[in-house]
């Protein structure tokens, strides 16, 4: 296979030399504006010299884009702060743009909206909560600029203070999920004019708590975002039209419709695609050959997509799904639709695939390595402090060695369970490729934490899958410890996402994912103890990995660190009709306000019940444990937990 050029990973020295490699020339306007707001953003948090400079420069980048101006001249080199040049940390992703749809558009219509209903006639301080609403704010502020209102500009985090004066405060972020980080910002310092919020939402619901505390809100849902509106039909069949790059073709397909039931997944939603997802919608292609079906799925625009269509433009077959073409907001694929589920536990034979996907991929894909001496990821100093109870610049060095075992590549977006499937051929096939490569909590660029995520999602433990690796990666290095680290900065970033409880079968999918997530970390965390030569923390081992759920279900489980402790003990063994006794005596406990799964040796009850009738369930467990044949069997590791375990 030839060697492809690696990709670069978007940090903040790589987009301040590319400005100032173009300073005087002419270049994209939304480039330079992502990449100036980048910077700027940059500025604020490190409180280096330069932000003011960098933000007037934004503002003025911001107006360009919002008057219609694809290109600009790019801003002269002496002011780009030279120390930015020199900075090798990764670029903040702010969720909205990079993940979950919002465009610069849709802050111009947010602001008009606002603008529409004003309250106000006084002037104003536009502020963009970082990372998020700093991008969002410069454009927020030209267009009420450009309507007459007196307008400032800043940008802020939690326990900063606003120089607002006379001017009304209007907060502008991401799609809020609680909205406490705006509320707090809001009764911290509202100003002697008051405080309003701005903000793009999945939905309106998500912003009740601002406006039952007496916050005035401005809302764009999400049916208006421009990335939605443009799944819309005939906005698509123009957009494909006019503006994607069809691969491998001289003849365009045409869009023939949409799939029913799988139009626009922000408007329609998909089986397992969550609502922070970002829009895609099933298409059907009309093509010399006959009616294909595709996915389009939204790709950010500007710098924050780059990855994301270097991926699909580079990725080929034996990699799936397949890529059909590629447009600034958008990239068409090949339908990947389950026809079979992978199974709770797929035999040694998928695991085999999995690893030889993960790795072809990696060689496929690969990174730029990054410069010797730059910032160590923050989740290695995390890892570190948990295992040995201190800050410890040693062990994190330790552990970044071990990451090192193979070259930096794009992560699959992490080996979720539920990405894995088993096509009409029998094939093992997973979606997600094109999620965006730079995910703020996984910011460790290695095919490690895929391979490591298998355990969790093939049931298998860290030493088969090391095993796996060995037999793929020939020359007698042993890949345990490597694997086990990668697992440890995987396990908290999955335990973010683990999914609520929707429905029986995704809540018997999440306890089963977060029992082995669990015991894989506990595991994980041991072996890389002992290869750092240091005892556990004084009540390591009896701190729980999975805490929610230790008071009322909010969710179903959820890891966290630090990640001592180990999944509960299996209790005493069980002859085979106690096992059976104890079967039925959990079926009759549980009703229908619990879902027994079994996994291993063990019987996890999922909740089905909503979070007002905890307490009451909880006190049940006492209830429970005396149906059972034996004590001791009854004990907790984020949600009940039945050992089944046998005598042999």
Not at 99 to 107: H, S
Not at 352 to 362: G, K, Q, T
Not at 398 to 416: G, I, Q, S
Not at 618 to 639: D, I, K, N, Q, Y
Request: proline letters at 9%.
């Amino acid at each position: 296979m030839t060697r492809r050029t690696a990709i670069r990973p978007l940090t903040i020295g790589h987009l301040a030399r590319d400005l100032a490699a173009q300073a005087g020339q002419p270049m994209p306007t939304l480039r330079c504006y992502e990449s100036l707001a980048a910077l700027w953003i940059r500025c604020c948090d490190t409180g280096l010299p330069g932000a003011r400079v960098l933000k007037d420069k934004t503002c003025r980048a911001a107006r360009r884009l919002a008057a219609g101006e694809d290109i600009l001249i790019a801003p002269e080199y002496d002011r780009i702060p030279n120390r930015l040049t020199r900075d090798d940390s990764l670029v903040r992703m702010p969720a909205s743009l990079a993940v979950q749809g919002v465009e610069w558009p849709d802050a111009i219509r947010l602001a008009q909206t606002w603008q529409e209903a004003r309250r106000w006639t006084g002037p104003v301080l536009v502020a963009g909560v970082r990372t998020g609403g700093a991008y969002l704010a410069p454009l927020v502020a030209t267009h009420l600029q450009a309507a007459g209102v007196d307008v400032r500009v800043t940008s802020v985090r939690p326990g900063e203070k606003l120089q607002a004066g006379n001017r009304r405060v209007l907060l502008v972020d991401d799609p809020p999920l609680t909205g406490h980080t705006l509320l707090a910002l809001a009764q911290e310092e509202p100003g002697s004019a008051g405080v309003e919020v701005l903000v793009p939402v999945f939905d309106v619901a998500d912003v009740r708590g601002l406006r039952q505390a007496g916050i005035a809100v401005t809302v764009l849902p999400r049916e208006q975002w421009q990335s939605t509106r443009r799944l819309e039909p005939d906005a698509l069949s123009a957009y494909l039209t006019g503006d994607a790059d069809w691969l491998g073709t001289d003849r365009p397909p045409v869009l023939d419709g949409l799939v029913p039931g799988r139009e626009n997944s922000a408007l329609t939603p998909w089986p397992g695609v969550r609502r922070r997802s970002p829009a895609r919608a099933a298409v059907r292609l009309r093509t010399p050959c006959g009616i294909r079906p595709a996915v389009a799925g939204w790709a950010p625009p500007g710098i924050f997509g780059d990855a994301a269509r270097a991926v699909a433009t580079g990725l080929r077959s034996p990699l799936p799904p397949a890529t059909l073409a590629v447009a600034p907001a958008l990239v068409v694929s090949e339908d990947l639709t389950p026809t079979r589920p992978l199974g709770q536990k797929p035999g040694p034979d998928r695991l085999e695939e999995a690893v030889s996907y993960v790795l072809a991929r990696a060689r496929h894909l690969p990174v730029e390595a990054a410069a010797t001496g730059g910032p160590m990821p923050a989740v290695l100093h995390t890892v570190a402090r948990a295992l040995t109870g201190a800050d410890n610049a040693m062990a994190a060095a330790r552990l970044h060695l071990l990451l090192a075992a193979l070259a930096p590549a794009l992560p699959d977006n992490r080996c979720e369970a539920e990405k894995w499937f088993l096509d009409d051929a029998g094939r093992l096939r997973k979606t997600g490729h094109l999620a965006h490569a730079y995910r703020r909590d996984n910011e460790l660029l290695t095919p490690l934490l895929d391979l490591a995520a298998l355990t969790v999602a093939f049931g298998s433990s860290l030493e088969v899958v090391a095993e796996s690796v060995a037999r793929h990666l020939p020359g007698g290095r042993s890949w345990h410890a490597a694997l086990a680290v990668a697992l440890l900065c995987y396990g908290p970033a999955r335990g973010e996402q683990l999914p609520r409880t929707y429905n029986p079968q995704r809540a018997a999918e999440t306890a089963v994912e977060a029992y082995r997530l669990q015991r894989s970390m506990s595991d994980a965390a041991r072996l890389v103890q002992h290869v750092l030569g240091v005892d556990a923390p004084p009540g390591w081992a009896a701190a729980p990995i999975v805490q929610r759920w230790q008071e009322a279900p909010g969710a179903l489980v959820q890891p966290r660190l630090p990640f001592g402790g180990a999944p509960a003990a299996e209790g005493p063994d069980l002859m085979a009709e106690e096992t059976e006794t104890t079967e039925k005596a959990v079926a009759q406990w549980a009703g229908e306000r619990f879902l027994p799964v079994r996994e291993g040796n063990a019987l996890l009850l999922a909740p089905l019940a909503g979070a007002s009738a905890w307490p009451r369930e909880r006190h049940g467990l006492g209830e429970l444990a005396r149906l059972l044949p034996r004590t001791g069997l009854v004990s907790w590791c984020g949600l009940p937990f039945v050992s089944l375990k046998e005598a042999r």
